[in-house]
């Protein structure tokens, strides 16, 4: 296919040179049409391209895990809880050690107030 037949086909994405074009139409035919088609209005084709990668090396990591907790449910294994390996989740709150701390300064403080109080 030319960049004509493409332009003509509606399978250039917005701002793509005849020179880019060429150059990922030669390494993989299907990934202009495939940018353009999940192209927004106003985006360049290169965040599109980007956002269009990190989705499927995404997808592809979830079903690696996947595939890796039921071999280990085959094995009576528990499954890996992605959030503690790779920092995906997001932690709400105080960890225990520093509540226990907190718990235990604010009692201070008011056992402070309250000492400074009978003394007056």
């Known amino acids: 296919m030319t960049f004509e037949d493409a332009i003509d086909m509606g ?14 139409y030669s390494i993989s035919p299907t990934t202009p049409g495939i940018v353009a088609a999940n192209q927004v209005p106003g985006e360049n084709w290169w965040e599109t391209g980007q956002k269009i990668l990190t989705s499927l090396a995404m997808t592809e990591q979830q079903r ?12 009576g294994q528990p499954p890996i809880d992605i959030n503690r390996y790779t920092g995906v989740g997001v932690n709400v709150g105080l ?26």
């Not at 690696?64 to 094995?75: D, G, P, T, V, Y």
């Not at 960890?95 to 003394?119: C, F, K």
């Open 11 to 24: 399978t250039i994405p917005a701002g793509m040179t005849r020179e880019q074009w060429n150059a990922v």
């Open 64 to 75: 690696q895990l996947m595939q890796l907790n039921i071999e280990r449910a085959k094995l």
């Open 95 to 120: 960890s225990q050690g520093t509540q226990t701390l907190v718990t235990y300064v604010a009692i201070g403080a008011g056992l402070l107030l309250l000492l400074n109080a009978l003394r007056r």
